[in-house]
């Protein structure tokens, strides 16, 4: 039976909720992981893409983009018994489904859904070293990139308050919580 052609052919979205649906790893072209997830998902396939927020610093200004946390790679739920997992390698964006010899393999149980739990609504993962008042801290962005100085105070803005050593006094400078990684 021929299917007309504004139907695609997509999985039953309910067999990734079978017990033996696993998560497996998708080789995305490169910077393509949203064309890829755009298109996966059309298809009716459960996918994961975990980002992260990244400054980029271009002709002196400073902006927060999302990355892929892991660059070139998603993750892709599906019941192998079951779904056409095939045609995941011809999918646009898409350059290969991570297999052993013929065979799709899978993620080990328990590591897709502990990234899945340390990420928010967004799928973005919110990782930041710890810092207390009193640490010394590194600065990593900005004009005052490469110094090391002592955290004061952190607020709820995101917004930080650091004594530096410039001129042998102790300065204080606000920064952006981001800039600051815990010194050694």
């Known amino acids: 039976m021929m299917r007309p052609h504004h139907q695609p ?3 039953v979205p ?7 649906a696993r998560w497996y790893v998708v080789h995305t072209q490169p ?20 980002r992260l927020r990244k400054t980029v610093r271009h002709a002196r200004k400073q902006t927060i983009k999302l990355a892929s946390f892991f660059p070139g790679y998603l993750f892709v739920c599906l019941d192998i018994t079951r779904d056409r997992w095939r045609s995941i390698g011809g999918t646009r964006g898409v350059v290969r489904l991570i297999t052993f010899g013929e065979v799709p393999q899978p993620v080990p149980t328990g590591v897709v859904e502990e990234i899945q739990a340390r990420c928010g609504a967004e799928g973005v993962i919110e990782w ?20 090391v100085g002592r955290l004061e105070k952190l607020d709820g803005s995101g917004r930080a308050r650091v004594l530096l050593d410039l001129l042998g006094r102790s300065v204080p400078a606000e920064l952006h919580r981001q800039a600051l990684t815990p010194a050694a």
């Open 128 to 147: 930041m070293p710890p810092l207390a008042a009193g640490q010394n801290v590194y600065v990593t962005d900005g004009p005052f990139q490469d110094f």
């Open 9 to 11: 052919i997509t999985t």
């Open 14 to 20: 309910a067999a990734s909720s079978q017990a033996s």
């Open 31 to 50: 910077a393509a992981e949203d064309r890829a997830v755009i298109n996966l998902e059309r298809q009716g396939y459960k996918v994961f893409c975990p």
